[in-house]
């Protein structure tokens, strides 16, 4: 089993839609990351979460470390948010790994 | 800032061929690593280094080499080139191992 899950694995809404990209990870953390990367290929760091949550313009990441689970939500979403969206978890341990989801790939259709 | 550069883009090899896939960073930071993303898996750290001068080992380094002569350099080098390394590689820094990291736009390798 991964150590980061992430669901769903694809994701297809219409314009203007509420999206949300599930992540759950069964290791202790110092952060969690949420990534994008766009179908060329390129990866943007979006959020780092310790805890509670973070909010950058229509994009909202929440974080709950007890029940080890973030969420990454995209309010009115757009074509251009179409992307892969990966999460990514610094472990506490001696070594502070990153260790990564497989990602969740959104389509969003006008 | 040109911020992290990866060269070559694009590259074929044949097995058993060696090469180096270039990494650098303009801003100053320690923290450097090397990813390989594979389809259907996630990103996987190959090697890291955190500072001049020092590396370690990732989740998978077998096949690989780095060094770390200068805080802006990360080369990554394939000894002997296989199939199974057919990989995107992305190289990434950050000032320290506890912030976020900014990656390069990835090299697409090709083992033939």
């Known amino acids: 089993k991964n150590e980061v899950e992430q669901s769903p694995q694809n994701l297809t809404a219409q314009e203007g839609e509420f999206i949300t990209i599930n992540c759950s990870y069964s290791v202790g953390i110092s952060a969690l990351h949420w990534l994008q990367q766009h179908p060329g290929g390129g990866i943007v760091s979006l959020f780092m979460?310790?805890?509670g949550k973070k909010k950058h313009g229509r994009l909202i990441a929440t974080i709950n470390i007890q029940e080890k689970h973030s969420s990454l939500h995209i309010t009115a979403s757009h074509p251009r948010d179409s992307a892969v969206y990966i999460c990514a978890v610094r472990v506490d341990n001696d070594n502070n790994d990153m260790r990564f989801g497989a990602g969740t790939r959104l389509t969003v259709k006008p | 800032n040109a911020g992290v550069t990866q060269t070559p883009k694009f590259q074929v090899l044949k097995t058993g061929q060696s090469m180096t896939l270039q990494c650098a960073q303009d801003?100053?930071?320690?923290?450097m690593s090397w990813y390989r993303q594979d389809p259907g898996m996630g990103l996987r750290l190959i090697h890291y280094?955190?500072?001049?001068?020092?590396?370690d080992q990732g989740e998978v380094p077998n096949g690989y080499n780095v060094s770390r002569s200068t805080t802006e350099d990360f080369p990554l080098r394939l000894l002997s080139a296989a199939p199974s390394q057919t990989s995107v590689y992305f190289c990434?820094?950050?000032?320290?191992?506890?912030?976020?990291?900014?990656f390069g736009p990835g090299t697409r390798l090709t083992v033939l």
């Open positions: 280094s955190v500072g001049a001068g020092i590396t």
């Open positions: 979460l310790s805890s």
């Open positions: 990434a820094s950050s000032y320290s191992r506890l912030d976020g990291e900014f």
């Open positions: 801003m100053n930071h320690e923290y």
